[in-house]
């Protein structure tokens, strides 16, 4: 069975009150009069009336004069349906309408609102009846019960006097002392916790706020209780402009809890603040959500503490890429030739061993080249180790710009560069040692009038059973070696160990 509201409650028993009140005072003062009763009573007068001028016509024996004033009485009130003298012995002496008919339908003597019954009396005894009989009610008895002035006041009494009383009582609870609702000893409680709490009716107004809560604005904050706890001006700055999406309404709507909401609110005496909101319903034995808990946790500290750490993350995290950064240029200042920025012959070692390691467990080829400036001592000796200098520079930048990123360059010593190539068999390799000896001739020192640059190379692949770096160096070094005694500025091939290091001319 639903329960009724207190205020709904309270609403029906004064309604029920003063319809009681009413009642008694009609009973005891006739307040409200009978319309029934009004109308026999004025009906009554007509009919003595009447009767008295009938009673003279009669004496004087003018029937026919009582005939016409019936009849102009019927005329002028059309609700008359017949009037009527009869004597005693139930003799019609003049009538004006079907009196005979109508009358018929009455039972008995006793006067009513369609119906008039008048003695007429000589010499003390009664001589016979005036009789007058009006056209019934249209709308029946239920109609003139329900219009009767005592029940159209109870009934408005019930309708709007059940409406201004609930309005009143809505508006009148609103100034009442919400916090009486909460027992002391629940309030001392709640006193003690840290977070704020909050307990709000279904309307959404605080009925309780713990200390906690108090303290979160600062002073001078006005008391929240009473008032809708999204109406709280410090608070509202941090929530949504439709009230119905504040945490706290769509618990009392769904009755489902809301959980770990972050609200940034403004507060009058310490600034912006975090507070994480947290809502419960609270309800009723049958289940119905009768208000809500609100709890407030302060998370400004915390997130204070976490943009420390942010930033600490961020100045970490900065220095680590310094660091990198750093760690790569002295990598690279520790692997690159300073002249030429290719790389060191102890990183090209290391890089070749790598490469071949691929090349073995991939099944490709590796090829190798040895570059020689031709007469590069007759250089220096001629134009100084400036120009020198320079030369061996341009050989190693048109070398870094024309090869592969893949291929691994590197300087030798003096004027004297290796090239590893993966994936490259000897064939190729030695189609792009001749590309390189002809760039060198082209670009190389044409700067510098009356020098002419040359290089002489030596291709070697590794083979089978030539595993060792510096053995297939040593082959591409016979190569090179046989380039430059074949004339410089041309490019020889070794074959690999197995077929006794024979050299292959590829001018």
Known sequence: MTRIRPTLQITLALVFLSCAILIVVNL???????????????????????????????????????????????????????????????????????????????????????????????????????????????????????????????LFVVSIGTLAYWVYLRRALVYLDPSAVIPERVQVAFNVMAEGVVVLDRAGRVLLANSAFRALPGEGTADPVGKPLSTLPWLAVGLVAEPTMHPWAQTIDTGLPQMAHAVEVV???????????NCAPILDTRGVVRGCLVTFGDLTELHLANDRLSAALAELRASRDDIYKKSIELEHLATRDTLTGCLTRRAFFERMAQAREEARRNQTPLSCLLLDIDLFKSVNDTFGHVVGDR????????????????????????????????????????????????????????????????????VATFGARSDDVAEILNEADKALYAAKSAGRNRVLGATPPSSNHKVTDAA
Request: net charge neutral.
């Open 267 to 277: 507060t009058p005496t310490e600034g912006r603040k975090t507070l994480t909101v």
């Open 28 to 154: 005891l003062f006739d307040v409200f009069s009978d319309p029934d009763a009004q109308i026999i009573r004025v009906r009554n007068a007509v009919a003595e009336s009447l009767a008295t001028q009938a009673a003279v016509l009669l004496q004087r024996g003018d029937i026919k004069e009582l005939e016409l004033t019936f009849s102009a009485i019927r005329k002028q009130n059309p609700s008359i349906r017949s009037v009527a003298v009869r004597r005693s012995d139930k003799t019609i002496v003049v009538q004006s309408g079907d009196h005979v008919g109508v009358w018929k339908e009455h039972d008995g003597e006793a006067s009513a609102a369609t119906r008039v019954y008048v003695p007429l009396l000589n010499g003390g005894e009664r001589w016979g009846s005036f009789e007058m009989s009006y056209v019934p009610d249209e709308h029946g008895s239920v109609y003139r019960t329900l219009t009767h002035p005592l029940w159209v006041t109870l």
């Open 391 to 458: 030369i061996i520079q341009e050989v190693g930048s048109l070398l870094i710009a024309s090869l592969r990123a893949a291929d691994i360059i590197g300087r030798y010593g003096g004027d004297e560069f290796l090239i590893g190539m993966p994936g490259c068999d000897l064939d190729h390799g030695i189609a792009i040692a001749q590309k390189i000896r002809d760039s060198v001739e082209k670009r190389c020192g044409v700067g510098v009038a009356g020098l002419r640059v040359t290089v002489s190379i030596g």
